[in-house]
């Protein structure tokens, strides 16, 4: 299992470098641009919303929820059904270089305590939203260091996109 766990923790890397690229070309105002209908998620949401779900893993594994109360207000969603759209007001987000370098606090945090973590804890039922589909700790890692994070970083491709970027990945 030790295997498995450096194989999410090389996906969990990607998506840092991932959303590195996503936003290497943006200016601190085009982070917060909502180009149409759809694409509320700009890049300075995401990358915050992924601080959140980075945070929520660090508790699930341990560590204490750590993350500013007003980056709390404005990132931190509930999933599908979550009535709550990114705030409009532009003047509330941080800086790019601030929401990097708190993705990669967090990032660094949850990938010391998946290091540490006793490996069978990670077959441990877990009671979350999606505990149908993915029983067990191992599977919630998955899903929220990889596929949660690829899930928005996608969003935020095609948000690029709908602003006249090239793209992020091929930079790669």
């Not at 766990?5 to 996906?11: A, G, H, M, V």
């Not at 207000?73 to 270089?97: A, H, I, Q």
């Not at 599977?139 to 602003?163: K, P, T």
Request: aromatic share 10%; with cysteine.
């Amino acid at each position: 299992m030790q295997m498995e766990i450096e194989s999410l923790i090389r996906q969990y890397d990607f998506n840092y470098s991932y959303a590195q690229a996503l936003v290497k070309d943006l200016s601190d105002e085009q982070m917060t641009l909502t180009p149409a209908k759809g694409l509320v998620n700009h890049a300075a949401f995401t990358l915050g919303h992924l601080v959140s779900g980075s945070a929520l893993v660090a508790k699930k594994l341990g560590s204490a929820y750590e993350m500013q109360k007003d980056w709390k207000d404005l990132f931190l969603r509930k999933g599908p059904g979550d009535p709550r759209e990114p705030d409009l007001n532009t003047d509330k987000y941080p800086s790019k270089v601030e929401l990097l370098q708190e993705l990669k606090n967090q990032h660094e945090e949850v990938k010391s305590l998946l290091r540490k973590l006793d490996l069978a804890f990670l077959s441990k039922e877990q009671e979350w939203r999606f505990k149908i589909y993915m029983p067990i700790l191992y599977d919630y890692l998955l899903f929220m260091c990889v596929n949660h994070e690829a899930m928005h970083l996608g969003q935020l491709a095609a948000w690029r996109r709908s602003i006249g970027l090239t793209s992020a990945l091929a930079t790669l």
